[in-house]
């Protein structure tokens, strides 16, 4: 699904990454962990196309066509930021609706344990809500490749379950999905673990 090929990152003079090999495979949910500052969130975004690497480069497999082969631009990625980025002005529905092109996503409603606030705007609900919400909204186009930087962070242990398994099933449906995590409970749901410290891959 996607091949990353010596990709380094730098701002200013903090090396953020240091040249980085990675292969996300289709079907496969693999998990940055590692302390604060190591680079998950850089590989992340670099990964997501968000961020352009300083060198090295970023490569769709099997490539697509009519785009740059040094970064992901394609539309087929489902996000979920640690800033969560839901629109305020729309009800959680409305957002899934929006990131779907029409209404629907009501099934991962019903799992992320939200069925009940569909209809309330993202200040009408506690961060956590949100923050699955914004995990519904990346995976309710069932995009190819999910991306997702600690979607557990604002939830409870039940509840961060719930947004494991359905990361779990996205994988299990053929999307490659990277997440980075503190959590020790979404390594049990990885099939692969990838331990950075300062900018390199130590494991994984």
Request: hydrophobic share 45%; proline share 7%; charged share 25%.
């Amino acid at each position: 699904m996607l091949s990353l090929r010596g990709v380094c990152k730098s701002y200013g003079e903090a090396e953020a990454l240091r040249p980085v090999d990675a292969d996300l495979p289709a079907g496969e949910l693999a998990v940055l962990t590692g302390p604060s500052g190591s680079g998950k969130s850089t590989l992340l975004m670099i990964a997501g196309g968000w961020e352009t690497p300083d060198g090295g480069e970023v490569v769709p497999s099997p490539p697509l066509p009519d785009l740059p082969m040094d970064r992901m631009s394609w539309s087929d990625v489902g996000f979920v930021p640690q800033s969560i980025s839901l629109f305020e002005e729309l009800t959680l529905a409305d957002n899934l609706a929006l990131a779907l092109g029409r209404p629907g996503g009501g099934d991962l409603l019903e799992a992320l344990d939200l069925t009940r606030l569909a209809a309330r705007r993202p200040g009408e609900v506690s961060r956590g809500e949100q923050q699955r919400a914004a995990v519904a909204r990346a995976l309710v186009a069932a995009p190819a490749l999910v991306i997702a930087d600690e979607p557990t962070s604002h939830q409870d242990h039940r509840r961060a379950l719930l947004v494991l398994d359905a990361l779990r099933a996205a994988a299990d449906r053929g999307a490659a999905v990277l997440i980075a995590s503190h959590d020790p409970v979404a390594v049990r749901y990885a099939d692969r673990e990838i331990r950075l410290g300062a900018g390199s891959v130590l494991r994984g």
